[in-house]
């Protein structure tokens, strides 16, 4: 934000406001707040509202381009496509690969977003949400657990079993406004195999992960896309749907996660890889990121990473899950050779949008 | 996070009781005030300035309690605030002003030749003395809600103010986001350094936007006069020294303060006050006289009597740990101040702490000795 954002832009969009009453100066606020980060280079600024990108599309546009390798949403068009059975060889070797997980978020159309939303919209989205939730069935059928209602108990087993979110501590989120009002209307569901879950009115309307342990990635991202179209056709039977559009994909609350809101990734180990000075360059080339394994704002602790996408726009999720995969098996295929004392190749990058 | 009136239009869309926050786990002033049928006839108003219902209550909404004090749970975005909320606000003033009337009138004494004594508090027990208060620029927003125009302009003036006093006050103003890196530390060291609050209490009023745009600190050559510009008020004036003499220390207090405000009516500009609130702060809690007037003073034996804590509630006293309000105290040292702010004078406020705090020294005299303190007990101010 900080990046683009200069005196003349501010004075031309300053009196503007969305039809949710949503101004510049509350788009900005967390990137004013927020000078830096010491692992990531924040976007600094939040939508309010899916109108949000189009009143301020002045700001938001040159921010998105920079944010996501140079996709223009005034001339580009994103790809949406949750057909899993396009997905090759989506199973990894599990001598490495410790479990896999996607995710993504989804906004409800018509209710603003959690810096701006009002206690009732916040409600509102938790109720269309938890309703349609309790249409899945098979082995998608499950429970939902509110934070503010939750019993010591169930709080454990769900702190065990890494489900848990908590309060946002990071300013990043509290400077946009996201948790006021906590825990009001804030809950997390999950499926009696405890392999899907979402989280509702966090930091986005909702956040659905896919997960299990072990290296059957193609098996995470059939339940993902499955889980996805069952509970959008459910809350289409209702009325609602999802923000989606042409040019900007899935709407969510940061701009970093617009398009496909996705993050497909592992938790890895790579004791030589990870030591090997080219680790960097490697992970660069195949638009792959690491991070702790405690997720976003976390540094690695021993071998193990949290490897995923780097992109979210401007390619589909199949794209981006295949990319993991062939990126992954890479990685470990580098690891192989440098346990042997064999050299490694830096890959050539990967292109960045279809042509 | 404040919002402000365009905003609210849309929670208007929704039904009150369908805007109505869950305050159930709640302990705060606010949430023991505030009914759906009182949020009902009050969610539609704002102050000139945009100021709503909503942005009073959020930092109370978001903070059901703290673990050491009530919390008030609500806030001022500008002097408004107080007219137009009055029906919340009145009764929240009231519960923590102990019975403070909408119709009571406040005395407002800064002369400090009406102080008896106060200048001998037994150093071997008291190691430092300290009165601050704060002061509001009336037209200007508060800091939950002022926006960074209105930030620099209070800064600006300030400084001008702040430039023109002279003789032992005169000094130096340290903007926050151009200190160097020295004196930054040396200003930690001084323990005047404020940094940017990370009470959830201050953040969720929205406070620290910004940070640390328009902030800074202005003290005197000699170190015992401070101003905070632009935290949790406008401006928080600081007297203080190492020692027992609070006499000392509250007429310098008086001076500066008095000085600052001719300055200020010089330029155009008064405080924000009123006969029935006194001086207008941000929080409910610092009305009146919005002062603070305290020692830090060693008391490890009647620390652990347990008639401590009635002593201290008899002499409208309060205890805190030597990091002050969020904190523990450390060692048998005590931050002990008035508990009061509203309804009593400046003057009054710093004699209850005078003579409190003597009548605490002799408490741990005794005790030391292997004496009772039953005949020093006191009767309830």
Same mark, same amino acid.
């Given at each position: 934000?900080?990046?683009?954002?200069?005196?003349?832009?501010?004075?031309r969009?300053?009196?503007?406001?969305?039809?949710?009453n949503?101004?510049?100066d509350?788009?900005?606020?967390?990137?004013?707040?927020?000078?830096?980060?010491?692992?990531?280079k924040t976007?600094?600024?939040?939508?309010?509202?899916?109108?949000?990108?189009?009143?301020?599309?002045?700001?938001?546009?040159?921010?998105?381009?920079?944010?996501?390798?140079?996709y223009?949403?005034?001339?580009?068009?994103?790809?949406?496509d949750?057909?899993?059975?396009?997905?090759?060889?989506?199973?990894?070797?599990?001598?490495?690969?410790?479990?896999?997980?996607v995710?993504?978020?989804?906004?409800?159309?018509?209710?603003?977003?959690?810096?701006?939303?009002?206690?009732?919209?916040?409600?509102?989205?938790?109720?269309?949400?938890?309703?349609?939730?309790?249409?899945?069935?098979?082995?998608l059928?499950?429970?939902?657990?509110?934070?503010?209602?939750?019993s010591?108990?169930?709080?454990q087993?769900?702190?065990?079993?890494?489900f848990?979110?908590?309060?946002?501590?990071?300013?990043?989120?509290?400077?946009?406004?996201?948790?006021?009002?906590?825990?009001?209307?804030?809950?997390?569901?999950?499926?009696?195999?405890?392999?899907?879950?979402i989280?509702?009115?966090?930091?986005?309307?909702?956040?659905?992960?896919?997960?299990?342990?072990?290296?059957?990635?193609?098996?995470?991202?059939?339940?993902?896309?499955?889980?996805?179209?069952?509970?959008?056709?459910?809350?289409?039977?209702?009325?609602?749907?999802?923000?989606?559009?042409?040019?900007?994909?899935?709407?969510?609350?940061?701009?970093s996660?617009?398009?496909?809101g996705?993050?497909?990734?592992?938790?890895?180990?790579?004791?030589f890889?990870?030591?090997d000075?080219?680790f960097?360059?490697?992970?660069?080339?195949?638009?792959?990121?690491?991070?702790?394994?405690g997720?976003?704002?976390?540094?690695?602790?021993?071998?193990?990473?949290?490897?995923?996408?780097?992109?979210?726009?401007?390619?589909?999720e199949?794209?981006?899950?295949?990319?993991?995969?062939d990126?992954?098996?890479?990685?470990?295929e580098?690891?192989?050779?440098?346990?042997?004392?064999?050299?490694?190749?830096?890959p050539?990058?990967?292109?960045?949008?279809?042509? | 996070?404040?919002?402000?009136?365009?905003?609210?239009?849309?929670?208007?869309?929704?039904?009150?009781?369908?805007?109505?926050?869950?305050?159930?786990?709640?302990n705060?002033?606010?949430a023991?005030?505030l009914?759906?049928?009182?949020?009902a006839?009050?969610?539609?108003?704002?102050t000139? /300035?945009?100021?709503? +219902? *909503?942005d009073?209550?959020?930092?109370?909404?978001d903070n059901?309690g703290?673990?050491?004090i %009530? =919390?008030?749970?609500?806030v001022?975005?500008?002097e408004?605030?107080?007219?137009?909320?009055?029906?919340?606000?009145?009764?929240?003033?009231?519960?923590?002003h102990g019975?403070?009337?909408?119709?009571?009138?406040?005395?407002?004494?800064?002369?400090?030749?009406?102080?008896?004594?106060?200048?001998?508090?037994?150093?071997n027990?008291v190691?430092?003395?300290?009165?601050?208060?704060?002061?509001?620029?009336r037209?200007?927003?508060?800091?939950?809600?002022?926006?960074?125009?209105?930030?620099r302009?209070?800064?600006?003036? /300030?400084?001008?103010? +702040? *430039?023109?006093?002279?003789?032992?006050?005169?000094?130096?103003?340290?903007?926050?986001?151009? %200190? =160097?890196?020295?004196?930054?530390?040396q200003?930690?060291?001084?323990?005047?350094?404020?940094?940017?609050?990370?009470s959830?209490?201050l953040?969720?009023?929205?406070?620290?936007?910004?940070?640390?745009?328009?902030?800074?600190?202005?003290h005197?050559?000699?170190?015992?006069?401070?101003?905070?510009?632009?935290?949790?008020d406008?401006?928080?004036?600081i007297?203080m020294?190492?020692?027992?003499?609070?006499?000392?220390?509250?007429?310098?207090?008086?001076?500066g303060?008095?000085?600052?405000?001719?300055?200020?009516?010089?330029?155009?500009?008064?405080?924000?006050?009123?006969?029935?609130?006194?001086?207008?702060l941000?929080?409910?809690?610092?009305?009146? =006289?919005g002062?603070?007037?305290?020692?830090?003073?060693?008391?490890?034996?009647?620390?652990?009597?347990?008639?401590f804590?009635e002593?201290?509630?008899?002499?409208?006293?309060?205890?805190r740990?030597?990091?002050?309000?969020?904190t523990?105290?450390?060692?048998?040292?005590?931050?002990?101040?008035?508990?009061?702010?509203?309804?009593f004078?400046?003057?009054e406020?710093?004699?209850?702490?005078?003579?409190?705090?003597?009548l605490?020294?002799?408490?741990?005299?005794?005790?030391?000795a292997?004496?009772?303190?039953?005949?020093?007990?006191?009767?309830?101010?």
């Amino acid at each position: 934000m900080a990046a683009a954002l200069t005196p003349a832009i501010y004075a031309r969009l300053r009196d503007k406001a969305t039809p949710h009453n949503w101004t510049l100066d509350q788009c900005i606020q967390t990137g004013v707040d927020n000078p830096g980060h010491p692992f990531i280079k924040t976007v600094g600024m939040v939508a309010g509202d899916e109108e949000s990108y189009e009143v301020f599309a002045e700001i938001f546009d040159p921010v998105i381009k920079d944010r996501h390798n140079g996709y223009d949403p005034r001339t580009m068009r994103h790809p949406t496509d949750l057909d899993s059975s396009k997905i090759t060889s989506g199973f990894f070797d599990e001598r490495y690969v410790l479990s896999s997980r996607v995710r993504t978020g989804r906004s409800i159309r018509g209710l603003s977003l959690p810096p701006a939303c009002t206690r009732s919209e916040r409600r509102e989205v938790e109720r269309v949400v938890v309703t349609a939730l309790s249409g899945l069935k098979g082995d998608l059928a499950g429970r939902y657990y509110s934070l503010g209602e939750m019993s010591q108990r169930e709080q454990q087993q769900l702190i065990d079993e890494h489900f848990l979110f908590d309060k946002p501590v990071s300013p990043l989120l509290t400077a946009a406004g996201m948790a006021r009002d906590w825990p009001d209307a804030r809950g997390i569901w999950h499926n009696n195999d405890k392999n899907f879950l979402i989280w509702i009115n966090e930091e986005d309307h909702t956040r659905i992960i896919s997960m299990e342990k072990g290296g059957n990635m193609k098996r995470v991202f059939e339940r993902f896309c499955k889980g996805l179209k069952q509970v959008e056709h459910l809350i289409q039977e209702r009325g609602w749907e999802f923000m989606w559009n042409e040019r900007l994909g899935y709407i969510l609350t940061c701009p970093s996660n617009l398009g496909t809101g996705l993050r497909a990734g592992v938790h890895v180990r790579l004791p030589f890889l990870s030591k090997d000075p080219r680790f960097g360059k490697v992970l660069e080339n195949l638009r792959l990121q690491k991070r702790g394994t405690g997720g976003v704002d976390t540094a690695a602790t021993g071998d193990t990473f949290d490897i995923s996408n780097l992109d979210r726009l401007g390619k589909s999720e199949v794209e981006l899950v295949q990319l993991v995969i062939d990126g992954v098996n890479y990685l470990i295929e580098c690891e192989k050779r440098l346990e042997r004392g064999q050299d490694i190749k830096i890959p050539s990058p990967i292109p960045q949008f279809r042509k | 996070m404040p919002f402000g009136n365009s905003h609210n239009q849309v929670k208007m869309r929704f039904s009150s009781d369908e805007e109505f926050p869950d305050l159930l786990a709640h302990n705060n002033h606010m949430a023991k005030v505030l009914t759906p049928d009182m949020y009902a006839r009050l969610r539609n108003k704002e102050t000139s /300035s945009g100021f709503t +219902l *909503d942005d009073v209550i959020q930092t109370g909404v978001d903070n059901p309690g703290h673990p050491f004090i %009530m =919390t008030v749970g609500c806030v001022a975005g500008d002097e408004e605030t107080y007219e137009v909320f009055k029906d919340l606000l009145d009764p929240v003033i009231e519960d923590r002003h102990g019975g403070y009337k909408p119709t009571d009138k406040h005395k407002t004494d800064l002369n400090p030749e009406n102080l008896q004594g106060g200048d001998d508090l037994d150093s071997n027990y008291v190691l430092s003395s300290r009165v601050r208060t704060g002061r509001s620029i009336r037209g200007f927003c508060l800091p939950p809600h002022c926006s960074r125009g209105e930030r620099r302009a209070i800064e600006q003036l /300030s400084i001008q103010a +702040l *430039d023109s006093l002279e003789g032992d006050l005169k000094g130096k103003y340290y903007a926050l986001k151009n %200190m =160097t890196e020295e004196e930054q530390q040396q200003l930690i060291d001084d323990h005047f350094l404020f940094d940017k609050p990370v009470s959830p209490l201050l953040l969720a009023s929205g406070m620290a936007r910004d940070w640390p745009d328009g902030r800074g600190i202005w003290h005197n050559d000699n170190k015992t006069f401070l101003v905070w510009v632009n935290e949790e008020d406008h401006l928080r004036v600081i007297s203080m020294q190492k020692g027992g003499n609070m006499r000392e220390v509250f007429t310098r207090f008086c001076t500066g303060l008095t000085k600052i405000e001719e300055l200020f009516k010089e330029r155009g500009h008064e405080f924000m006050w009123n006969e029935h609130l006194g001086y207008v702060l941000t929080c409910p809690s610092n009305l009146g =006289t919005g002062l603070r007037a305290g020692v830090h003073v060693k008391l490890p034996n009647l620390s652990k009597h347990e008639k401590f804590g009635e002593v201290l509630k008899r002499l409208r006293l309060q205890k805190r740990g030597t990091g002050g309000v969020d904190t523990a105290a450390v060692g048998g040292v005590f931050d002990i101040s008035n508990a009061d702010r509203l309804g009593f004078s400046e003057v009054e406020l710093v004699q209850m702490v005078v003579d409190g705090v003597n009548l605490l020294v002799s408490m741990e005299k005794c005790l030391e000795a292997g004496e009772g303190i039953d005949d020093l007990m006191p009767e309830q101010k």
